[in-house]
């Protein structure tokens, strides 16, 4: 089993930056991509941005210029910095993982439990 942990949401705003982080834990034996998701009251989940084992990236229109997605190999953590927030951006940010346990194995897609994101004066 692997499990995700976020940090780093909160209040802020409009205008300010946060930071959230991801660890990943249990077992692993390679993770390939991490990503971000974000969801809305009312809204269906839809992703912010994610990240290869290699550091491709990819970013949702609405954040580009705005945030950035990085990761730690070696600590199995995502990070996403969000700049220049704007009230749109509140939602519960979740993060997500494809996991391989073991050599060989198959990959299996892991989601962590979210962290509230608030933008607002």
């Known amino acids: 089993q692997v499990q995700l942990v976020e940090s780093g949401g909160g209040l802020v705003q409009p205008g300010g930056s946060l930071r959230l982080s991801c660890a990943a834990s249990?077992?692993?034996?390679?993770?390939?991509?991490m990503g971000w998701y974000r969801q809305a009251p009312g809204n269906e989940r839809e992703l912010v941005a994610r990240?290869?084992?290699?550091?491709?990236?990819n970013y949702a229109d609405s954040v580009k210029g705005r945030f950035t997605i990085s990761r730690d190999n070696a600590k199995n953590t995502v990070y996403l910095e969000m700049t220049s927030l704007k009230p749109e951006d509140t939602a519960v940010y979740y993060c997500?993982?494809?996991?391989?346990?073991?050599?060989?194995?198959?990959?299996?897609?892991?989601w962590g439990q979210g962290t509230q994101v608030t933008v607002s004066s």
């Open positions: 990240i290869t084992s290699t550091g491709s990236t």
């Open positions: 249990g077992s692993i034996f390679s993770i390939r991509v």
């Open positions: 997500n993982a494809y996991v391989q346990e073991r050599l060989s194995g198959p990959t299996y897609r892991y």
